[in-house]
């Protein structure tokens, strides 16, 4: 049974940082193509950034520079470090695991003063 997890959404302040992590399981996490998304109330799910199974990142534009995408295969884990966050980054991110249709229930990020 495949299972993700996402944790570590808060509120954060403009310019401050919070990191994300899915805990995975239920499948061989080592061999596929990991995915933040998120969607912001009114607006289409997004993804966020790529990790694929050598560690190859690809990022929105809007994040380049201030999230890190990284996994760590002996955890089953893919984290999402955000930093320098900004108003229009509040969203519920979501886990993907690419081209399956799998995905977790999201954990919710609002950046407010």
């Known amino acids: 049974q495949v299972q993700l997890v996402e944790s570590g959404g808060g509120l954060v302040q403009p310019g401050g940082s919070l990191t994300l992590s899915c805990e995975a399981s239920?499948?061989?996490?080592?061999?596929?193509?990991m995915s933040w998304y998120r969607q912001a109330p009114g607006k289409e799910r997004e993804r966020v950034a790529t990790?694929?199974?050598?560690?190859?990142?690809v990022y929105m534009d809007s994040v380049k520079g201030r999230f890190t995408i990284s996994r760590d295969n002996a955890k089953n884990t893919v984290d999402l470090q955000m930093n320098n966050v900004k108003l229009e980054d509040t969203a519920m991110y979501y886990c993907n695991v690419n081209d399956m249709g799998w995905w977790g229930r999201g954990t919710q990020v609002t950046v407010s003063s």
């Open positions: 239920g499948f061989s996490f080592s061999l596929f193509v």
């Open positions: 990790i694929d199974s050598g560690s190859k990142k």
